[in-house]
């Protein structure tokens, strides 16, 4: 296992990607000031995001099924808590952005190649009502099985 999102597990077998790229700002608005230079105020923490990229290659690993479970889980907008392998806990994530690229096809149309990149978005504790509602985990399962 690789991480996990929710319930997804990215692995070699489902979507193993490549690169990490995780943004943490933080805000210091500033204000002008007459004869002075502006000045700045710490506010904390802005939006922290991670981006997840790679390739699936659908004879070796990964497919357009397992990004689609991706897919079903961004659409029900709910935050997942975000996992790696090693156990550490980054927090609650939003599925903001899932981007697809298909190339080097079969004869049929199905793709040989298949890049993709998935933008997460960090939610704070005060943004998560319901996140553990029994009825919305079983509503994912449910659809994730439909898939």
Known sequence: MMMTLGYFVFSRKTVPFQ?????????????ARVNARPVSQFLGPGDESLTLSGVLVPEI????????LLVKMADKGTPYPLIDGTGKVYGHYVIEKISRSRSAFFDDGAPRKIEFSIELKRVDEQDLPGLLQLTSSINLLRDLRNL
């Open 19 to 31: 690169s990490t790229e995780q943004t943490m700002p933080w805000r210091h608005p500033s204000n």
């Open 61 to 68: 690993t990964g497919n357009d099924l397992t990004l689609g």
